[in-house]
């Protein structure tokens, strides 16, 4: 009988124990359910730094469309998605940023914003006020946002960035050190977006080992004074694939997109696939090259004059279309409004004459499956016949809108 006590003792005791753990999971369960927390005129927050303060990790912050002003704030909890609704939430800096960074200023795990506006920020010390500042070793998703009129629009590193539907426009200095983004990392994606008139910076700008250029609009424009449209100064695996790219005769750089023109990160293939770019600077190069690159270039549109890519790299290219007069347009839908669809006047040498890319070095599936939508939207690319050339298809439809609920404008609060 005592043997048979002694024996049980231990189990009971770990019966015990494991209900006691789960207890205390179950406690800390309860403790730890994200919430969701509102800011508004005439809710629980009045400001979003309030609410900012208040957040634990796993929270979601509904905030209210409307004005917001000198309202900044850091973020430091983790997995957390801040949102604006009704509308977009505007956050105007009028002279104040947070720590001299930025109007918001993200230094958790896992961060997303929707559907918001930033504007105005100004750094006292270092040119570099962002709208987004963030240093974060997980994600930063930036969906639906508006980003206008700051030093940079964004500036930071995480381990993997994604940007779609949302819209850049004249951020910037004006010293060549600051542009409409500047990031870094080890992934970064921007697609279905609008990014154009960065002042005298760069309007794509990235340092990460990987990048996914996919289905935006890129441009200076009339007025635009930006340097270079794409500018991917450490090499790394690049994918600039179904962008409409547009080089404006205000530009201060003649080079439309840089590859690796400071460093080399110890990979250095690029792959531009199914573009199209104009330049309307009158001269330079559309595409700046490292020498040793290894470039891959298909179904691209080259129009307007300037030397397509610069010597001492290996550019393997087919099935491009080069035309350095404009006195031979591809028929575009309407080039003086940046319109650069096609129409059924488009020559041979553009409808139905791509080929299929194949896959990268690394099976990244090169074909492009989506196509840009005026503005900051996208909708897939289906193919009637053969893949044209460029950025878009001409006869086909398209399949179901891939575009984002509430569609952004680019409203120019200058």
């Not at 403790?31 to 509102?38: E, G, H, K």
């Not at 720590?99 to 040119?127: L, P």
């Not at 570099?128 to 030093?151: K, M, Q, S």
């Not at 960065?198 to 996914?212: F, L, P």
Request: one cysteine or more.
């Amino acid at each position: 009988m005592n043997d048979r006590m002694k024996a049980s003792s231990p189990l009971s005791s770990s019966a015990c124990v494991g209900v006691a753990v789960v207890l205390s999971l179950c406690i800390f369960h309860a403790d730890s359910v994200a919430r969701t927390l509102r800011v508004g005129p005439s809710r629980t927050y009045t400001t979003v730094r309030d609410a900012s303060q208040a957040t634990q990790d796993g929270d979601t912050v509904l905030v209210d469309a409307g004005v917001y002003s000198a309202d900044v704030t850091e973020w430091t909890s983790n997995n957390l998605v801040v949102r604006g609704v009704g509308g977009r939430a505007y956050m105007r800096s009028d002279g104040v940023v947070e720590q001299d960074k930025g109007i918001w200023v993200f230094y958790g795990t896992n961060f997303t914003a929707e559907n918001i506006e930033f504007s105005g920020a100004a750094s006292v010390s270092g040119w570099n006020g962002a709208g987004i500042r963030f240093d974060t070793p997980g994600n930063l998703v930036l969906r639906n946002c508006y980003f206008h009129d700051n030093e940079d629009g964004i500036l930071g590193g995480a381990d993997s960035i994604l940007i779609e539907y949302s819209v850049f426009d004249h951020n910037g200095h004006g010293d060549g050190q600051s542009h409409n983004m500047y990031v870094h990392g080890r992934s970064f994606t921007i697609r279905y977006s609008y990014t154009h008139r960065a002042w005298i910076g760069h309007n794509i700008k990235t340092r990460a080992r990987n990048n996914y250029i996919l289905y935006n609009r890129i441009m200076d424009e009339a007025d635009g004074e930006s340097s270079y449209s794409i500018d991917i100064p450490d090499c790394g695996r690049s994918y600039v694939i179904g962008n409409v790219i547009e080089q404006g005769p205000s530009s201060v750089n003649s080079s439309m997109l840089a590859y690796g023109m400071e460093s080399q990160l110890g990979v250095n293939d690029l792959y531009v696939m199914s573009n199209t770019l104009v330049n309307n600077l009158g001269s330079g190069t559309f595409m700046r090259l490292r020498a040793g690159s290894i470039v891959k270039a298909m179904n691209n549109i080259f129009y307007g004059p300037g030397t397509y890519w610069s010597s001492g790299s290996t550019v393997t290219e087919s099935s491009n279309y080069f035309e350095p007069s404009f006195n031979n347009s591809p028929r575009f839908a309407n080039p003086a409004a940046y319109d650069f669809h096609l129409t059924s006047i488009s020559p041979s040498s553009v409808l139905n004459a791509g080929a299929l890319p194949g896959i990268s070095s690394t099976g990244y599936i090169l074909t492009p499956t989506s196509q840009y939508v005026y503005d900051a939207q996208g909708k897939t690319r289906s193919l009637l016949g053969l893949l044209d050339l460029g950025a878009f298809e001409y006869t086909a439809p398209g399949g179901p809108d891939v575009a984002y609920p509430a569609p952004i404008r680019d409203l120019r609060y200058r």
